[in-house]
């Protein structure tokens, strides 16, 4: 009852959290508006080439973190890494002057990892992809893989052996991306 209780807990903050920024009439995507002390933020140019990357340690604006105008002209993709998501936007600079592009910009939804005591539990939000695959690993030995499908919530509560102490991995591929969580039992 407790997990279930955390889980619609989660979505209920997720949820909220997106659609309390529903309608800003901002020319700039939210991401740039606000982010928060410990989002990762980072800029790459069009060949993929990280330009900048660093960890943000004030709340407020990406444009007072990093000054957009004194990149070379072109277009440059800019992610900002928060707790639950990841937001993806362009930005185009043309002889020092910064154009924040709304048609490129992406959000994608991280997975939700929890453990207590031997039970570990994966969930994510099905808005952007409606697949995750999920492998487990104890001390670097494969012990399981699934692939989950859905629609609203990926959500998979797993039952380890609570007399196999030591470290565990769990590897979730998601959005084309690859999120690792290592904890211990």
Known sequence: MKTLFKNILVLAVMLGTCTGYANTNSEVPSAFNRVSKGDQ?????????????????????????????????????????????????????????????????????????????????????????????????????LIHTETVKGKEILNRVYQLDNTLKGDYTAIIRANGRVFVENFKL
Request: hydrophobic content about 35%; aromatic content about 10%; charged content about 30%.
């Open 41 to 141: 933020i980072s800029v790459s140019d069009a060949t993929g080439e990280v330009v900048y990357s660093g960890r943000v340690d004030y709340d407020g604006s990406i444009q007072k973190l990093y000054d957009f105008s004194q990149l070379k002209d072109g277009i440059y993709t800019v992610e900002v890494n928060k707790d639950f998501e990841i937001e993806i936007n362009s930005v185009e600079v043309k002889k020092n002057v910064v154009t924040f592009s709304n048609l490129s910009s992406k959000k994608i939804y991280k997975p939700v990892f929890r453990s207590k005591d031997s039970q570990v539990i994966i969930s994510k939000l099905a808005i952007d992809s409606n697949e995750m695959n999920i492998e487990l690993y104890f001390e670097n030995d």
